[in-house]
Each structure stands twice: as C-alpha cells, then as structure tokens.
C-alpha cells in the first residue's frame, strides 16, 4: 500500500472538511496500563491468578528493579501485579473523559505470563487477570457511547516463550515450525527480539504468520476490529519493517474502513508513513525535549520541524502521536525537573501538529524515571482539582479541542532565530494560530516574519495561552517580546469594534 503525501488544495473548504470528520487527525490519546491504573474490587477471588512466580503488590509500592528468574526467564519485576483489571478501568471512565480523551490506548492485554504483556501467550485471550473479551466488548461500548476509541497495543513481531505455537515449533517436524526462524548458530537456538530469551520472534515472511496475524477474515488484527476496537498501536513496528506493515494496514482497512494503525518507530519517520496511518513521533519528541534542554537553537529546531514535515507530508503527521513520554522512557518531569521547562514541552505538545499522547498519571505530577519506575500504579491520591500540574493539563486539553487550527491546521514555519515560532492555519481567517516559544534564560525580544498574506497591518491578537509584550505587527513581522522559558498563543482579532475591520473580506 501506498499512501500519496500530496494533498490536493484545489478546494481548501473541502480539505479541512475531511480532516475534521476524521477522528485520526489531532486526538488526544490517553494511555493505560490496565494492571497499574485502578485496583480490582475483586482481588480476594482473584488471589490464585498472582501465584508464584508471580506476586501481587500493595497499590501504594513503588515498583522497583528485580532479579532475573531462571526457570522462568523474566525479570522479577515483569512478573510482579498491582491488580488493575478491564472493569476497574471502566469505572473509571468518567476521569479519562474529564481530561478531554478522544482516544484510549491500553498496552497489551492479551493472555501471557508477564505483568507488561508484550509476551503472547495466546493473541486471542485476554489475560485472565485483566477479565475477559466480555469485560473489553463493555468498555469497548462504554467508549463509543462516550463518543471515544479504543486502540489496543498489537505485539506481533514476537511471541512469548509459553506461546503453544512456539511450544509446537520445537518440534523439527512440527508445521509451525517455519513460523520462528530456528538455527543452530544462535545462542538459544532461535532468534529472539533484541536478544531477550523469553521472546522468540515470528518469522513474518511467512504466509501462513500473515494469514494469521492480519489476512485471513478471523485473524487476530480483523477479529478484534469487527469486535469494536477501533485500531492498533504496533509495537516495534520498525521491526516489521516497510512492505509487511503496509499488507497490515491494508488489511485492516479492508476489514474496518477508516481504522487507526500507528507504528512505534523510533526512526524519521519519512518512508514509514508511506506503510502506516501514523507514528509515535519520537523524532518530534527529540527536537522539542532538546529545545527545551537549549541543545538545538530554536531557528535550527523550525528548520527540523518544517523538513520533516515536509517530508512526511502534513495528512500523516496529524495522525502521528506526540509523545513526550511512556512506560518506555522516564516520565515528563523526570526528564525535566524544572516546571517552566515542563510547561514548554506541554505548550510544544499541543501546538505543534499531530496527536497529543497523554501517559496515564503524568497529569497528576507522577515521578518515575527508567522502567519499572514510569510504571507505577496510578496515584489517585493527588486527584484535586488544585493540582497545579492537571489544572495546566486542563488548560492545554481544552484548548487544542476549542481551536480546529490546533487539531487539524497546516503547519507554516515562521522565520526567526532565537524565538521558535509558527503559525497553524485553516482556511478560515478567524482561527489562525500563532505559537511563539522562548527556551532560553532570559527574555527575548524579536521580529519574526509569518508568511500569512490574510494577516493585516496592526492587528490586534488575543493571548490565549501564555504571555508576551510589546506586540506589534505590520506587513507579515511581528515584533513581540516573550519572557524566559516562556510562550505565547495567539489568534488574531478579526471583528470589528466598532464597524471597520480590514478582515472582512478575507
């Protein structure tokens, strides 16, 4: 599958149109792990699930590094539980809603051994821990009838070592057995991802792997789709690589037409949007956290963000996700202590093009730097309406759903040198956005130029988020000064105050 970058323009109405009525453009995702986010009324019957070599763990522990298990061959640490389930999640709905989610992502939930679940035992089955296909059609439900999705992490480059399909393939004479890729020569007889012994990988190239993964009319992919899950998040899909995951993404439109596949690729991610609907965008995350860090000039990081963009093309990046971080990577404020330094990468979140992803606790000020720390159970404790880190969550929340420019608007870089600033922009005047970020240690006065030929001499511009001084704009420049590790948001004001306004006809 092929997916053209060109957008036709000939109508600029009718463009917009279409990206608004598509729920993959700008949503804001929330992310769940279902073990760590709300504790099971009913773990007294659930006891027996968390048998050795697991373990169940008080809701107010922190998790913390183990030991490996032989016999096992996990990490202590993959195998201890907090005892979050599908219906506890449920309940708590009304909360995810609250933040504004469009979409809820849950990492996998699939039957395996492990508490982190990137480890199938059995695609098909959900992890009896978590409840049952029962419990995931209730949420799926209860979503929809929110006006939400559901998207499901979809591990399908690996199995785990428990897989009965990997157990079968032992076998020299099995049928499975081209399913792995099985050799002498490697250490443990067959190739594994990243090494890691309790995860085998599957041998993709095969067509009877592909019919079964995401082909045939009952393979994993198209079943849960038809079920009410409205798409997948890949793990380590540039594992997968270009040409399967596009056979993917084309058959899971075939099965459910305008359903969401987004890749975990940490690479530029140019080549991949050509197989793939989006990407988690760490490329993007790396510009804004190494702005923010001062390790790239904000004039450089515009340059970066405006030639991948080109480059990816703009309908792929407002479905790729924006992420700042996930239970693989520390948590926002351990990465950056510093609060104004926090507020820019939400401010950059927000503003810059794409869907913003929100990992489940962040917005409440959880701490946690390497896995298993970012993967602490959800801290209901600090859910007040005065925590000033979800009250600043709110504020960008709410804004990127009251303005269209922010969900689905074109990206036009703006020309300056020591301010990063853009502007987002549809074809309606009046929602023009203009995004001005200071990162450094002192305030900065500048003159950048926005290439917006509907902007008009001595506009007036309300500050919707942010401060700025000294505003004044006249044939494209805008003088403006921003304070320290700051920003400003700004559209311009189109009506008039008493009866002239020179943007009445544009």
């Known amino acids: 599958m092929q997916q053209s970058h060109e957008t036709v323009r000939l109508d600029p109405i009718e463009t917009f149109r279409k990206r608004e009525a598509d729920w993959r453009n700008g949503a804001l995702v929330y992310q769940v792990l279902v073990d760590r986010f709300a504790p099971s009324k009913h773990l007294d019957q659930k006891q027996a699930l968390y048998a050795h070599p697991r373990s169940l763990m008080p809701w107010n522990e922190v998790p913390l590094a183990g030991s490996f298990v032989p016999e096992a061959k996990y990490w202590s640490h993959e195998l ?114 990243a090494d890691v012994k309790s995860l085998p990988e599957l041998n993709l190239e095969q ?31 540039f594992d997968i690589g270009f040409s399967i995951l596009a056979e993917l993404t084309a058959a899971a439109h075939a099965e459910k037409p305008g359903s969401m596949i987004v890749g975990e690729i940490w690479n530029y991610p140019e080549q991949w949007l050509k ?61 950056l202590p510093d609060p104004f330094d926090q507020a820019l990468a939400l401010a950059l979140q927000f503003t810059l093009p794409g869907s913003p992803n929100l990992y489940y606790g962040t917005e409440l000020g959880m701490e946690g730097g390497q896995d298993p720390a970012n993967r602490a159970p959800m801290r209901w404790d600090l859910y007040n309406e005065q925590n000033p880190v979800l009250r600043q969550t709110l504020h960008w929340t709410r804004l990127h759903k009251a303005e269209r420019a922010l969900r689905i608007g074109d990206y036009i870089p703006a020309i300056g040198d020591r301010l990063l600033a853009f502007e987002r922009r549809t074809d309606r005047v009046e929602e023009t956005i203009l995004v001005l970020i200071n990162p450094t240690d002192g305030e900065i006065r500048e003159h950048v130029l926005f290439k917006d030929s509907k902007l008009m001499n001595y506009s007036a511009f309300e500050i919707v988020a942010g401060s700025v001084s000294n505003l004044h704009f006249m044939a494209g420049l805008l003088d403006a000064t921003v304070p320290a590790k700051s920003y400003a948001v700004l559209k311009p004001v189109v009506k008039a105050s008493k009866s002239y306004t020179p943007y009445k006809r544009v």
């Open 80 to 193: 201890a539980f907090w005892g979050g389930d599908l219906e506890s999640l449920t309940e708590r709905l009304d909360y995810i809603q609250s933040l504004g989610t469009d979409v809820l992502y849950l990492n996998p939930i699939c039957l395996s051994l492990s508490n982190h679940k990137y480890d199938a035992t059995d695609y098909a089955k959900i992890s009896p821990e978590y409840g049952t296909r029962k419990d995931l059609k209730r949420l799926i439900e209860e979503l929809h009838r929110r006006g939400m999705k559901l998207m499901l992490d979809g591990v399908f480059n690996h199995v785990g070592v428990n897989n009965p399909l990997f157990l079968a393939a032992k076998d020299p004479s099995h049928p499975k057995r081209s399913w792995f890729d099985f050799k002498e020569e490697y250490p443990e007889g067959v190739r594994l991802w």
């Open 207 to 237: 067509d009877e792997v592909k019919d079964y993964l995401f082909r045939k009319p009952d393979s994993i992919i198209r079943s849960y789709l038809r079920e009410g899950v409205d798409g997948w998040r890949l793990d380590v899909a």
């Open 275 to 335: 197989s793939i609907d989006g990407v988690m965008n760490f490329t993007l995350r790396e510009i804004i956290l190494r702005t923010i860090r001062r390790d790239i000039a904000p004039a450089t990081a515009g340059r970066m963000i405006e030639s991948m963009i080109e480059d990816a093309g703009i309908e792929a990046i407002l479905k790729s996700w924006i992420v700042l971080d996930n239970h693989d990577v520390p948590r926002l404020n351990f990465q």
